[in-house]
Nanobody, 119 residues
Framework: QVPLVESGGGLVQAGGSLTLSCEAS????????MKWYREAPGKQRELVATITSRGSSNYADSVKGRFAISGDIAKNTMDLHMNSLKPEDTAVYYCNAIITTITGSRDYWGQGTQVTVSS
């Protein structure tokens, strides 16, 4: 098992900022890509941002220009810097990664961290 642990969620006013962090622990051979998803009440889980081991990134249209993903693959960590937050950003945010260990490659998910943006 390779746990992914998120941190950094919380309550913030609209227009504010938060940074989420994700860390993978264990004996890891490779981790690529790393992604952030979010799931709002009554909605399907959606992909927010992706970063690869080469540092390339992609974003959902709804967060472009406001969110920035960064990662340190060597340290198995990833952050999501969220600026100009809107009430519609309220959701549980999940870290996701394809991780290769001695037993092979598989998809891992964190437990989720709540982000609440008040208007």
């Amino acid at each position: 098992q390779v746990p992914l642990v998120e941190s950094g969620g919380g309550l913030v006013q609209a227009g504010g900022s938060l940074t989420l962090s994700c860390e993978a622990s264990g004996t890891i051979f490779r981790i690529n890509p790393m992604k952030w998803y979010r799931e709002a009440p009554g909605k399907q889980r959606e992909l927010v941002a992706t970063i690869t081991s080469r540092g390339s990134s992609n974003y959902a249209d709804s967060v472009k220009g406001r969110f920035a993903i960064s990662g340190d693959i060597a340290k198995n960590t990833m952050d999501l810097h969220m600026n100009s937050l809107k009430p519609e950003d309220t959701a549980v945010y999940y870290c996701n990664a394809i991780i290769t260990t001695i037993t092979g490659s598989r998809d891992y998910w964190g437990q989720g961290t709540q982000v609440t943006v008040s208007s």
